[in-house]
């Protein structure tokens, strides 16, 4: 079975801070994602990336960046936290680019 | 970006009444793949679709890929409780990057 694990599944942080969200995935994925889910606006991707350093834009990557120094890990780094950041933070993993994706649990971020 | 419309945002049904939720994209798709996110949980995988016309079948679940790969369907036949949860259509391209759907969230009355 695909394992999909997040490093935390709540984290609170004050306004300003520097957030580091981990994910970690045991099959050899290529492919690994970040989204975000709020209430009425669905999941939203935030960055992917295809291969280790690599990484691409996705439909809302602003205030964030991304790292992957590993396969197996991706992180998603918050700069500055700010309150419209508060969300749910899902990372996800595929073996090819448009096959299916196995999602970690999420992690619920407040940022106060 | 490009979009996928889903329709309806939400369903309220009566257990053992079918259910169905629409997806649409104003360009061609490659393929639309579908999750089910149960509630407090994450996206699950459910079927991908790639061909024109494709219909799969996974017990009382139907998914239908249309004809000019724009639109897709997801119907449930005679809902149960365990359904309850949000459907999404998912876009994912060769390039990498997925576009959900808003989901249909789906509530069984028993």
């Known amino acids: 079975d695909v394992k999909v694990t997040q490093s935390s599944r709540y984290l609170v942080k004050r306004t300003g801070e520097k957030v580091f969200l981990e994910c970690v995935q045991d099959m050899d994925h290529e492919n690994m994602f970040w989204y975000r889910q709020d209430p009425g606006l669905g999941l939203r991707l935030i960055y992917f990336?295809?291969?280790?350093?690599?990484?691409e834009k996705g439909d809302i990557p602003e205030g964030y960046s991304v790292s992957r120094e590993k396969k197996e890990r991706f992180s998603l780094i918050l700069e500055s936290a700010s309150t419209n950041q508060t969300s749910m933070y899902l990372c996800?993993?595929?073996?090819?680019?448009?096959?299916?994706?196995?999602f970690g649990p999420g992690t619920r971020l407040t940022v106060l | 970006g490009q979009q996928v419309m889903q329709i309806p945002q939400y369903q309220h049904v009566q257990e053992g009444e079918d259910f169905t939720t629409y997806c649409n994209s104003s360009?061609?798709?490659?393929?639309i793949q579908w999750y089910k996110q149960r509630p407090g949980g994450h996206p699950v995988f459910l079927i991908q679709l790639v061909k024109s016309g494709e219909v799969k079948k996974q017990k009382r679940l139907t998914f239908q890929f249309g004809e000019a790969k724009k639109n897709s369907s997801l119907h449930i036949t005679a809902t149960q409780t365990t359904d309850v949860g949000t459907y999404f259509c998912v876009r994912a391209t060769n390039a990498g990057k997925s576009t959900f759907g808003d989901g249909t969230t789906l509530t069984v009355k028993p």
């Open positions: 990336s295809y291969d280790v350093k690599m990484k």
């Open positions: 360009t061609t798709l490659s393929n």
């Open positions: 996800a993993s595929s073996p090819i680019r448009d096959s299916e994706q196995f």
